[in-house]
């Protein structure tokens, strides 16, 4: 593979052995911190997951799909029918498979639609699934919601952390491989994309489905934590919203800053929620929305531009 | 009837919007490392001929022939691996890539052998239009003109049998037009490419062309050497007859 020294995935020799330490710290986090640690991480790391996934396709591509609510609750769902059935790490994987199988199939109906149109109709579609399942479950099942087997925080932890490692290394190769040089030129310009080779149409929908495997094993592992699920639960549509909002907020067209972007927001949301339970959705917006309008580039752009300027003020004293 | 030399044959292409024909009974052939020029008044059909060959249009009636295989129709990218890619009028680069990340994908996808020694070719079509000092920067940062070399180096990167270029002088000053055409002319004696390019500026293609077609409301109305274009009565009238009533 001829490696592309694109500037923004630096192939920096630091990056392994600072993520080798980071796995290994979090790897430790359960022997040495509390219960609440533990769980606040977990949530931290399932913000992770749906964000990068969410940001490995839509990112490069600029199709904007508001479908990870789909694929996260497909998730979900396999976890409380499959849960009994087989043993959890295989249920994880279930999970996975089945919304990739979900994703490979809208993928083949939509994403021959552009910008606006693909957006407002992978909404639509993660809403005709909840309100699908709620028909099924009511009609068919006759109850809303279901059980999932429990499993403790502490193999949800690490089952998390494992899909967490899987999902960066996955994304920051994709990244450097002749498939994100594909992903880019398709999101640049498609025809161009289309006409220098690229079987655009196959690379849309394999890496869109691969994200949604993401989302779903991460779905399937959460079940087990939450215990009683149903169809708004499940199919929330804040988990379409979130990763857009944290991948923008962190900067999209860096893994780190999906990383820091998903992590911040995450624990910010924690803790408002904790500090200030009436004002919470209130102070959050507010955040989001200053960001949104001061930091075009995320938290990542603002790095990069106090760092343009310390270098312009330091070659001027010179 | 396939002649050995011919490298790509358009056959009684006709294609309309609409109701309105916009292409009648077009035939064009373009031999191996032959540069033919595509000229014609405005609306004459030349880009739409230009998107029926690279596969955006399908024809009504007609097809299109590579090396004698019928390629009407093909989708675009197997296309330019059989060895057709393309240029725009409107400059189709991948802005928030680098000028070397734009010729990669040529040379990675466009080409049968994809990835091996890529970034050599990628390289290579990069310094024959003159551009190698530019491999790092930003396309959005490069002028219209180094966009144009960047296009044409991405699609000579994917090592095509012919290019198409549609109007690359579009929007340069004299110049880069200048630099333009030793760029086309370099092309063709390196890589020993066959070219159809389509123009507005006449005299440009007078003087580099081996022959040129001309096309009026959707008909080639000539197709000669040059010199036997410049004198034909319909092409004047098509062209000049214009002009004067308009003076």
Redesign the interface.
Known sequence: ??S????KYLPNPRIPVLFSAAVLAAALLPLIMDPFTTISATNVFIYIVITLSWALFSGPTQYISIATAAFFGIGIYTSALAGELMPFPLVVCLGGVVSFVLALLVGLSTLRLKGMYFTIFTFGLSELIRHFVLWWEVVMTGTVGRWVVSVDPIPVYYTMLVILVVTISFCFFIGRS?YG??L??I???E??????????TAVKINVFAITAFFAGATGSTMATRWTYIDPSIAFNPLFSFMPVLMAIFGGIGSITGQIIGAAVLTLLADLLLTEFPYYYMLIYGIILVVVILFLPGGIVGLWDSMKKRRRTETNENT | MSHSDTLLRVDKISISFGGLAVLTDVNLKVDEGELVGLIGPNGAGKSTLFNVISSIYKPDTGDVFLKGKKITGIAPHKLCRMGISRTYQLVKTFNKMTALENVMVGAIYGHKHGGSDAKTRAIDAMSLVGIEDKQNILVSHLTLSDRRLVEVARSLASSPLVTLLDEPMAGLNVSEIKTLLTVIKRAREERKISILWVEHKVDAIFRTCDRVAVLNYGAKIADGKPEEIAKDSKVIEAYLGESLTRN
């Open positions: 593979m001829n592309l020294s694109t500037g002749r040089l594909a880019r030129s999101g640049q310009s025809e161009a994309a289309d006409h220098m080779g690229i079987n655009i």
